[in-house]
Protein backbone atom coordinates (compact mmCIF):
# COMPACT_ATOMS: atom_id res chain seq x y z
CA UNK A 1 0.00 0.00 0.00
CA UNK A 2 -1.29 2.98 -0.94
CA UNK A 3 -3.13 1.80 -3.63
CA UNK A 4 -2.52 5.13 -6.10
CA UNK A 5 -5.28 5.70 -8.53
CA UNK A 6 -4.63 8.42 -11.45
CA UNK A 7 -6.78 9.97 -13.20
CA UNK A 8 -5.96 11.91 -16.59
CA UNK A 9 -7.43 12.81 -19.49
CA UNK A 10 -7.85 10.42 -22.58
CA UNK A 11 -4.63 11.25 -24.95
CA UNK A 12 -1.23 10.63 -23.71
CA UNK A 13 1.20 7.77 -25.26
CA UNK A 14 1.45 4.52 -23.40
CA UNK A 15 5.10 5.99 -22.60
CA UNK A 16 4.03 9.05 -20.76
CA UNK A 17 1.86 6.80 -18.80
CA UNK A 18 4.25 4.86 -17.35
CA UNK A 19 6.98 8.07 -16.87
CA UNK A 20 3.92 9.34 -14.65
CA UNK A 21 3.42 5.87 -13.03
CA UNK A 22 7.56 5.39 -12.39
CA UNK A 23 7.85 8.63 -11.45
CA UNK A 24 4.85 8.31 -8.43
CA UNK A 25 5.77 5.21 -7.48
CA UNK A 26 9.50 6.39 -6.95
CA UNK A 27 8.25 9.05 -4.77
CA UNK A 28 6.06 7.33 -3.16
CA UNK A 29 8.89 4.64 -2.00
CA UNK A 30 11.11 7.26 -0.77
CA UNK A 31 9.14 9.87 0.78
CA UNK A 32 6.02 7.31 2.27
CA UNK A 33 8.63 4.79 3.59
CA UNK A 34 6.78 1.45 0.94
CA UNK A 35 7.83 -1.67 1.26
CA UNK A 36 9.73 -4.05 -1.51
CA UNK A 37 7.47 -4.82 -4.57
CA UNK A 38 4.59 -2.56 -2.67
CA UNK A 39 3.41 -1.33 -5.82
CA UNK A 40 -0.24 -0.86 -6.57
CA UNK A 41 -1.22 1.93 -9.27
CA UNK A 42 -4.64 2.44 -11.45
CA UNK A 43 -4.96 4.53 -14.20
CA UNK A 44 -8.11 5.60 -15.62
CA UNK A 45 -8.40 8.13 -18.37
CA UNK A 46 -11.26 10.82 -19.08
CA UNK A 47 -12.88 12.84 -21.59
CA UNK A 48 -12.61 16.17 -20.86
CA UNK A 49 -16.61 16.70 -20.23
CA UNK A 50 -15.88 13.73 -17.26
CA UNK A 51 -13.38 15.91 -15.61
CA UNK A 52 -13.91 18.98 -13.49
CA UNK A 53 -11.21 20.51 -11.59
CA UNK A 54 -11.41 23.89 -10.35
CA UNK A 55 -8.73 25.53 -7.99
CA UNK A 56 -10.55 26.38 -4.24
CA UNK A 57 -10.02 30.09 -5.57
CA UNK A 58 -6.85 29.79 -5.48
CA UNK A 59 -6.19 31.17 -8.88
CA UNK A 60 -4.96 29.27 -10.86
CA UNK A 61 -5.58 27.07 -13.97
CA UNK A 62 -5.49 23.29 -15.15
CA UNK A 63 -4.49 22.38 -18.05
CA UNK A 64 -5.29 19.08 -20.08
CA UNK A 65 -1.98 17.75 -18.68
CA UNK A 66 -4.12 18.08 -15.25
CA UNK A 67 -3.34 14.69 -12.88
CA UNK A 68 -5.60 13.50 -10.22
CA UNK A 69 -3.87 11.26 -7.17
CA UNK A 70 -6.03 9.44 -4.90
CA UNK A 71 -4.36 7.32 -2.57
CA UNK A 72 -6.20 5.06 0.15
CA UNK A 73 -3.17 3.92 2.65
CA UNK A 74 -2.66 3.57 5.94
CA UNK A 75 -2.00 6.35 8.25
CA UNK A 76 0.84 8.29 7.13
CA UNK A 77 2.93 11.40 9.06
CA UNK A 78 2.20 14.34 7.92
CA UNK A 79 5.72 15.61 7.63
CA UNK A 80 6.02 12.32 4.91
CA UNK A 81 3.02 13.79 2.87
CA UNK A 82 3.73 17.60 2.67
CA UNK A 83 7.41 15.82 1.35
CA UNK A 84 5.60 13.54 -1.11
CA UNK A 85 3.31 16.42 -2.33
CA UNK A 86 5.75 18.35 -2.93
CA UNK A 87 8.19 15.86 -4.05
CA UNK A 88 5.59 14.69 -6.97
CA UNK A 89 4.95 17.25 -8.27
CA UNK A 90 8.85 18.42 -8.35
CA UNK A 91 9.73 15.37 -10.35
CA UNK A 92 6.67 15.61 -12.41
CA UNK A 93 7.62 18.56 -13.71
CA UNK A 94 11.10 18.16 -14.25
CA UNK A 95 10.50 14.36 -16.12
CA UNK A 96 6.70 14.94 -17.18
CA UNK A 97 6.33 17.91 -18.63
CA UNK A 98 3.36 18.28 -15.64
CA UNK A 99 3.01 21.84 -14.05
CA UNK A 100 2.65 21.47 -10.01
CA UNK A 101 -1.09 23.52 -10.61
CA UNK A 102 -1.94 20.41 -12.98
CA UNK A 103 -1.38 18.40 -10.16
CA UNK A 104 -4.23 17.28 -7.28
CA UNK A 105 -3.09 14.91 -4.42
CA UNK A 106 -5.45 13.01 -2.22
CA UNK A 107 -4.62 10.87 0.73
CA UNK A 108 -7.22 8.98 2.48
CA UNK A 109 -6.35 6.82 5.32
CA UNK A 110 -7.46 3.52 6.61
CA UNK A 111 -5.84 0.53 8.79
CA UNK A 112 -3.98 -2.35 8.10
CA UNK A 113 -6.91 -4.64 8.74
CA UNK A 114 -8.22 -2.74 6.32
CA UNK A 115 -6.12 -4.65 3.16
CA UNK A 116 -6.35 -8.29 1.73
CA UNK A 117 -3.57 -8.55 -0.86
CA UNK A 118 -5.11 -11.79 -2.34
CA UNK A 119 -6.17 -15.48 -1.22
CA UNK A 120 -8.95 -13.64 1.39
CA UNK A 121 -6.16 -13.26 3.87
CA UNK A 122 -6.12 -10.27 5.98
CA UNK A 123 -1.95 -10.54 5.81
CA UNK A 124 -1.30 -8.00 8.54
CA UNK A 125 -3.74 -9.26 10.62
CA UNK A 126 -2.49 -13.13 9.98
CA UNK A 127 1.42 -12.16 10.66
CA UNK A 128 2.20 -12.66 7.06
CA UNK A 129 2.75 -8.88 6.55
CA UNK A 130 4.05 -6.54 9.53
Same mark, same amino acid.
Request: hydrophobic letters at 40%; zero cysteines; aromatic letters at 8%.
Given at each position: ??????????????? @????????????? !? =? @????????????? !????? =? @??????????????????????????? *???? *??????????????????????????? !???? *????????? @??????? *???
Amino acid at each position: MPLMRIDMYRGRSKA @EIKNILDISYQVA !T =E @ELHLLPRDRYQIV !TQHDP =E @EMIMLDVGLGFDRTDKMLVFSLTSSPR *KDAD *KARFYARLVKELAAHANVAPSDVLINI !TSNT *KADWSFGNG @EAQFMNG *KLA
